[in-house]
């Protein structure tokens, strides 16, 4: 159900095929089954559009998230995600000094029963890191994810000794943003980059340097 009016600042592209959107955080990216609780997907239906979600986002991240406007454009999009050819870029703020400008985690991750976690035999996992800021016990980093694993981002810094900002606290605001997304157009196969500004609860948090207010 949507609680709330359709708020047309949650689309950030649209045209014939697709729609990116804005996602905030604490809101659903899809509907649960048989629940009235809000989602993106419906505050879009809300606007008439009906668009088939080409990915998700977990509850807590805000930012980009992809959707097919017909079955044609979900197919070639579901395409371009298995051939690896959707790039996605999240910020974080991360606990810690990382001690180096750029890295790459690899941890394996499975996921059973809807519970992501880090295992030595689990599914290929790849994030590329790169620092964007340093505070007192804080980094920002962009994350790249060259792979699309349950959680990806969070369970490779915990895995780390980095944890996300927030990471573990249900009160406070998870410190993970779908920040960018970069695809080649599935009617066109021109380059289409759309990016989603920091929401103003991360701005302010990055401002006090990942400190709670």
Not at 22 to 44: Q, T, Y
Not at 166 to 183: C, E, K, N, S
């Amino acid at each position: 159900m949507v609680t709330e009016p359709p708020d047309h600042a949650l689309i950030l592209h649209e045209d014939e095929a697709l729609i990116v959107a804005n996602k905030p955080a604490g809101m659903l990216g899809v509907p649960v089954p048989n629940s009235e609780e809000d989602s993106l997907l419906a505050r879009l239906d809300g606007l008439g559009l009906n668009p088939l979600p080409a990915h998700s986002l977990d509850r807590d991240i805000s930012g980009v998230m992809l959707f097919a406007r017909d079955q044609q454009t979900a197919a070639a999009l579901a395409d371009l995600f298995r051939e690896r050819k959707v790039e996605e870029f999240f910020w974080a703020l991360v606990q810690g000094d990382l001690h180096a400008r750029s890295g790459r985690y690899a941890f394996p991750i499975v996921e059973k029963r809807g519970v992501a976690r880090v295992v030595g035999r689990g599914d290929p996992a790849e994030t590329r890191w790169r620092v964007i800021a340093s505070h007192p016990g804080a980094t920002e980093v962009e994350a790249d994810l060259r792979t699309g694993r349950p959680d990806q981002v969070r369970l490779h810094f915990r895995h780390a000794g980095h944890p996300v900002q927030g990471d573990g606290y249900p009160r406070h605001r998870l410190a993970l943003h779908a920040w960018r997304i970069v695809l080649p157009h599935p009617l066109t196969g021109k380059r289409l980059q759309v990016e989603a500004p920091l929401p103003d609860d991360l701005v302010g948090l990055r401002a006090r340097g990942g400190a709670e207010a």
